[in-house]
């Protein structure tokens, strides 16, 4: 689908997850690398933790909580 007036292109912002833009997409990266994808929906990586970047593998999602962590550790010094 061409990004028209009458047919934009729709991004999707999750603060816990990527950005989902309708594709096919050309990505330039910070470095000047080009990115392309043909997908339906692409996934962009935002948190910059994924080894396929620009695009996202889902890596945002093994992400610990500082809770976690806190209560972790006080149990190993206890």
């Given at each position: 689908?061409?990004?028209?007036?009458?047919h934009?292109?729709?991004?999707?912002?999750?603060?816990?997850?990527?950005?989902?833009?309708e594709?096919?997409?050309?990505?330039?990266?910070?470095?000047?690398?080009?990115?392309?994808?043909?997908?339906?929906?692409?996934?962009?990586?935002?948190?910059?933790?994924s080894?396929?970047?620009p695009?996202?593998?889902t890596?945002?999602?093994?992400?610990?909580?500082?809770?976690e962590?806190t209560?972790?550790?006080?149990?190993r010094?206890?």
């Amino acid at each position: 689908m061409p990004n028209t007036p009458e047919h934009p292109r729709r991004i999707c912002l999750d603060d816990e997850g990527p950005l989902l833009i309708e594709g096919p997409v050309q990505f330039t990266c910070a470095d000047g690398r080009v990115a392309v994808s043909d997908r339906f929906v692409v996934a962009v990586c935002t948190c910059r933790r994924s080894r396929m970047y620009p695009w996202c593998d889902t890596s945002h999602r093994r992400r610990t909580n500082r809770e976690e962590n806190t209560d972790a550790e006080r149990g190993r010094t206890s």
